[in-house]
Each structure stands twice: as C-alpha cells, then as structure tokens.
C-alpha cells in the first residue's frame, strides 16, 4: 500500500510539470506560426527551435521549421527539416512537393538510378503507415484470430466451426505477414544513417583528419549516406557510390 501511495504522489508531482510542458511547446510553436505569417522568419526559426529543444516534435513543426528556413535562405536545413518531416509523414503531400522544390536549387545533381519496382512498391508499402499503426493492426488481427480460436474451441457452434477455424487461421498469418512491414516501417524511423550537407561547400577527405587528400567538394543541400563516425568527422557516401571523411558539423542527420 505504501508503494502504491508513493508512486500516486509521485504521478501527482509529475503531471503537472509534463501538462506545463506541454503548453510550453504549444506556446513556442503558435508564436512561430504568428512570427512566420509576419515574415518574421528568424524569429520563427528561434521559436521552432525551442519547441525541439523542449523534447517535442512532430511532422507538422519539421515542416513549419522548414518553410521558415527556405525563406530565410538556408538551403540545407530547409531541406533537413523537410526530410525530418517525411520521415515522419511519409505520405504527406505538401511535404513532399516543398522538399522537390527545394531540391531543384540544390547544387550537386547526383543522378539517382532507378529503383527497381518490387523495392518501389515494397517502400510504398511500408510508408503507408507509421510504427505505431502497423503494430496496432498486427495486434488486432492477432486479437480477432485469438477471438475466433476461442469460439471454435468453446463455443457451441458447429455448424460453421470449420469457416471459424479457416478464417482464425488467416488472420493469424496476415498478422505474421504484417510483422514484415512493422519492423521495417520501425527502423526506417529510428534509421540515422542519412544525412544533410549544411555548410555552402564542404570538403570530402581521403582520412578522418586535417591536411589529408581532398576528394571532392559537397555542396549544401545534398544527400548523403553516413557510413561511419571517427570523432568529429563522419565518413559518407553519395548516390554515385563516392566516398569520403567530411568534418561533422558540415552534416544535419536526419
């Protein structure tokens, strides 16, 4: 009992400090909208900010961050944000054709092949829902298939016992099937292996330090693979398959 009065205090303490918190980022997010409608973009940005520096984020605040970093001119974290946002919201129009715009300025035009169609469709697949609408539906169709199972095995029914056992049958491996898209959808959201070039030009290097050969030049906006971490330096791949050391305050993760 007496852990139990600890732990109700506790939620009581605590409640009150998460619902503050809570406006807190309504209030930072409602004046960054106020702020961009009056073209005020940096202060935007400041208040965007400090939305994602108390803990909360969402597609719509990735987006909002991103249209005021488009106005204000910097390319690269418009389009970190942007990319943010799809991630999140995989299906979202106006995301979508504001990162295509945003795009066409950037300046390295890395020809992208083309994806073969049963990985297209698959992706396309895996993007219609988010993580957590994936698992509810493999955990109703596991609870619908629990439920019929039960009624098979003690309920009086017989006449259609057989078309109940079938059907409990298919949803169990819809359900199975379902586990597929579920882990993928899960650790495309939590994937940090993609990254933003931020900085206007940054310098690809043969090795993780300074004076070594230079490979080539990134410019801002591009995407890239990050493939590894040696202190601040990060090691990435472009589209064609180049590879080099790029310092990482140069890159946004996305």
């Known amino acids: 009992m007496q852990k139990f009065m600890s732990l109700f205090w506790l939620l009581i303490i605590i409640y009150p400090l998460t619902v503050s918190a809570q406006d807190t980022a309504d209030f930072y997010f409602h004046k960054g909208n106020e702020y961009y409608l009056e073209e005020n973009y940096p202060e935007a940005i400041r208040q965007y900010e400090s939305v994602l520096n108390s803990g909360y984020e969402s597609p719509e605040l990735y987006y909002n961050l991103g249209n005021a970093y488009y106005k204000s001119g910097q390319l690269g974290k418009a389009i970190l944000n942007y990319e943010r946002a799809l991630k999140k ?56 298939a629990c439920v019929l199972a039960s009624i098979c095995v003690v309920g009086e029914i017989n006449r259609f016992k057989g078309q109940l056992k079938i059907a409990a049958i298919a949803l169990f491996f819809c359900a199975v ?5 579920l882990i993928q959808r899960y650790q495309m959201e939590k994937s940090r292996a993609y990254g ?59």
């Open 89 to 144: 919201k995989p299906q979202d129009k106006n995301v979508q054709f504001n990162l295509r715009l945003a795009n066409l300025r950037v300046k390295d035009r890395v020809e992208v092949p083309p994806e073969f169609f049963l990985f297209r469709w698959n992706r396309k697949i895996v993007q219609m829902l988010s993580t957590r609408n994936w698992a509810w539906s493999v955990a109703a169709l596991f609870f619908l």
């Open 177 to 181: 099937l379902l586990i597929a898209p």
């Open 196 to 254: 933003i070039i931020l900085s206007s030009g940054s310098k690809s290097l043969a090795a993780p330090q300074d004076g070594s050969t230079e490979l080539f030049i990134i410019h801002e906006g591009t995407k890239v693979r990050v493939l590894d971490t040696d202190g601040d330096w990060n090691k990435i791949e472009l589209i064609d398959g180049k590879q080099g050391w790029i310092f990482s305050l140069d890159l946004g993760i996305i």
